[in-house]
């Protein structure tokens, strides 16, 4: 299938200030927020585009919960040929996995109750911790305590979204990811995409999706449509508007969140985003009649996102009319142009000259790292970590950022998403004689590792963080001495 691209048109065309494009890129950069893609589009056309290097159109990015709008979506094509109803109830779907001895609570739980995060339930089961489980999601789930009466209590709970991926799998015999890959993807001219199942093979439903900026696009532009893609119904109207909270909105609570079929609503700004972990975000601004896409790496916990930067830099002032200081297309053309992630990795004056292999044993750790190897040439630094996964390559340029492919464990710093083939863009630099530091960015997610490595004789200590993660930013230090050198 041949991709589909949007028409592209200038900010002018769009009836959108290039200084209010410039200005949230300005407040997203002082408020610490690392971007790595924002598309944005009005009337169906991109009227802008940038990415960070190195992030690009064309590399796919770990959206998290993003993914829940897509689970959805699955959800509602079942709706829509009659396979699904808002009022089954959950349990009847998988009796093999309940309790030999449901609660009247549990018994009354409802498809519509699992969507809206109104199941009863009042603690998480998050991806990081489905990830970590061998054995039967389903199981798992029901296990789970239900101290509410479903429909009266919101809380966020990512199970009720696998469980209805599996539910949908239930009453379709397909995945999630079939349902959306043989209706969505073919209708809007996506690029296909992959999504992780749970152990007995269901798509994890609460994330797992990697999505390129204009598909995120693309899936946005359908629900602002209403469900409809060019003149053609995709998904049910009324799913969709279910969907916003413009039909049937959920009985809400005070102190309850606008939150909707896994759509968050932003009602004084009419803004609806599908949202996901340490910030994505595909939102819809109907008044505009606008589409916006953002990936980018937030805190765990920062109180301020990209999206806080949109609402104020962009979409308030649309819709407010706010008149906006002209500036030269040229300028907002550079700004999008030195959008630059990868670190400066000057050469020292005394930088070492080495061609030579070096390996550490490891004293022993909490991340069961056993062996470190460095391999040094002129342009190159190949480094290797063997622990209980085996041994991983990390294969970095010196001085350079060089593009490739790493199954290292990185999994405790990385909200437990662990992978055998990373996409990994891994530079090299020495900052003093004694300290090798590199920096390995993992490009189809938030995440960025930070390596130092410094030496004293044949003793020599290993450091790693991350920019972003659910857990720790840290991990405890390695020391190793040297056994082998050549």
Same mark, same amino acid.
């Given at each position: 299938m041949t991709y589909q691209y949007l028409a592209r048109i200038s900010p002018k065309e769009a009836e959108v200030s290039p200084k209010l494009i410039f200005d949230f890129l300005q407040a997203c950069e002082r408020n610490n927020i690392e971007l790595h893609s924002v598309m944005m589009a009005r009337h /169906?056309?991109?009227? !802008?585009?940038?990415?960070?290097? &190195?992030? %690009?159109?064309?590399?796919?990015?770990?959206?998290? #919960?993003?993914?829940?709008?897509?689970?959805?979506?699955?959800?509602?094509?079942?709706?829509?040929?009659?396979?699904?109803?808002?009022?089954?109830?959950?349990?009847?779907f998988y009796p093999e996995h309940a309790p030999k001895k449901p609660t009247e609570y549990q018994k009354e739980m409802t498809?519509?109750?699992?969507?809206?995060?109104?199941?009863?339930?009042?603690?998480?089961?998050?991806?990081?911790?489905?990830?970590?489980?061998?054995?039967?999601?389903?199981?798992?789930?029901?296990?789970?305590?239900?101290?509410?009466?479903?429909?009266?209590?919101?809380?966020?709970?990512?199970?009720?979204?696998?469980?209805?991926?599996?539910?949908?799998q239930k009453v379709t015999g397909k995945t999630a990811h079939?349902?959306?890959?043989?209706?969505?993807?073919?209708?809007? /001219?996506?690029?296909? !995409?992959?999504?992780?199942?749970? &152990?007995? %093979?269901?798509?994890?439903?609460?994330?797992?999706? #990697?999505?390129?900026?204009?598909?995120?696009?693309?899936?946005?532009?359908?629900?602002?449509?209403?469900?409809?893609?060019?003149?053609?119904?995709?998904?049910?109207?009324?799913?969709?508007?279910?969907?916003?909270?413009?039909?049937?909105?959920?009985?809400?609570?005070?102190?309850?969140?606008?939150?909707?079929?896994?759509?968050?609503?932003?009602?004084?700004?009419?803004?609806?985003?599908?949202?996901?972990?340490?910030?994505?975000?595909?939102?819809?601004i109907p008044k505009l009649d606008m589409v916006v896409a953002i990936t980018s790496a937030t805190g765990a916990k920062a109180e301020i996102g990209a999206d806080d930067m949109l609402r104020d830099c962009i979409v308030n002032p649309l819709l407010n009319n706010t008149p906006a200081e002209d500036i030269p297309a040229e300028m907002l053309e550079r700004k999008r142009q030195y959008m630059n992630l990868t670190p400066r990795m000057l050469k020292i004056e005394d930088e070492p000259v080495l061609k030579e292999t070096r390996t550490y044993a490891v004293e022993e750790n909490e991340d069961h790292i056993t062996k470190i190897i460095l391999h040094f040439d002129?342009?190159?630094?190949?480094?290797?970590?063997?622990?209980?996964?085996?041994?991983?390559?990390?294969?970095?340029?010196?001085?350079?950022?060089?593009?490739?492919?790493?199954?290292?464990?990185?999994?405790?710093?990385?909200?437990?998403?662990?992978?055998?083939?990373?996409?990994?863009?891994a530079g090299a630099w020495w900052e003093t004689p004694n300290t090798l530091k590199m920096e390995w960015r993992f490009v189809e997610t938030a995440f960025c590792d930070f390596i130092t490595i410094t030496f004293d004789g044949d003793e020599m200590c290993f450091r790693r963080s991350v920019n972003v993660n659910s857990k720790a930013l840290e991990r405890p230090l390695i020391k190793g001495h040297l056994t082998d050198k050549r």
């Amino acid at each position: 299938m041949t991709y589909q691209y949007l028409a592209r048109i200038s900010p002018k065309e769009a009836e959108v200030s290039p200084k209010l494009i410039f200005d949230f890129l300005q407040a997203c950069e002082r408020n610490n927020i690392e971007l790595h893609s924002v598309m944005m589009a009005r009337h /169906g056309k991109v009227f !802008f585009e940038a990415y960070a290097k &190195p992030y %690009g159109p064309d590399i796919p990015h770990y959206v998290h #919960s993003m993914t829940k709008a897509f689970t959805n979506t699955a959800a509602g094509i079942a709706y829509s040929k009659g396979l699904l109803k808002l009022e089954d109830k959950v349990i009847s779907f998988y009796p093999e996995h309940a309790p030999k001895k449901p609660t009247e609570y549990q018994k009354e739980m409802t498809v519509k109750n699992l969507i809206t995060m109104r199941s009863g339930m009042d603690k998480d089961i998050n991806g990081s911790e489905f990830r970590t489980i061998r054995t039967s999601w389903i199981a798992r789930y029901f296990q789970q305590p239900v101290p509410y009466k479903p429909g009266t209590h919101y809380f966020y709970c990512s199970g009720n979204t696998f469980m209805t991926s599996a539910i949908v799998q239930k009453v379709t015999g397909k995945t999630a990811h079939d349902v959306i890959n043989e209706t969505i993807v073919p209708a809007l /001219g996506m690029r296909p !995409f992959t999504w992780t199942k749970s &152990p007995e %093979g269901i798509c994890s439903g609460n994330s797992g999706i #990697s999505l390129c900026a204009e598909d995120i696009v693309k899936f946005g532009m359908l629900y602002l449509n209403h469900g409809e893609w060019n003149g053609k119904q995709i998904i049910a109207r009324d799913w969709a508007e279910r969907s916003l909270g413009l039909l049937d909105p959920v009985e809400r609570k005070e102190g309850d969140p606008l939150y909707n079929y896994h759509w968050m609503q932003y009602a004084s700004e009419d803004m609806y985003s599908a949202e996901g972990f340490l910030g994505q975000y595909c939102t819809l601004i109907p008044k505009l009649d606008m589409v916006v896409a953002i990936t980018s790496a937030t805190g765990a916990k920062a109180e301020i996102g990209a999206d806080d930067m949109l609402r104020d830099c962009i979409v308030n002032p649309l819709l407010n009319n706010t008149p906006a200081e002209d500036i030269p297309a040229e300028m907002l053309e550079r700004k999008r142009q030195y959008m630059n992630l990868t670190p400066r990795m000057l050469k020292i004056e005394d930088e070492p000259v080495l061609k030579e292999t070096r390996t550490y044993a490891v004293e022993e750790n909490e991340d069961h790292i056993t062996k470190i190897i460095l391999h040094f040439d002129e342009e190159n630094v190949l480094f290797g970590m063997e622990d209980d996964r085996g041994l991983n390559w990390v294969d970095a340029g010196l001085r350079y950022t060089k593009e490739g492919y790493s199954g290292v464990t990185a999994n405790y710093l990385h909200h437990e998403m662990q992978s055998e083939h990373d996409h990994i863009f891994a530079g090299a630099w020495w900052e003093t004689p004694n300290t090798l530091k590199m920096e390995w960015r993992f490009v189809e997610t938030a995440f960025c590792d930070f390596i130092t490595i410094t030496f004293d004789g044949d003793e020599m200590c290993f450091r790693r963080s991350v920019n972003v993660n659910s857990k720790a930013l840290e991990r405890p230090l390695i020391k190793g001495h040297l056994t082998d050198k050549r």
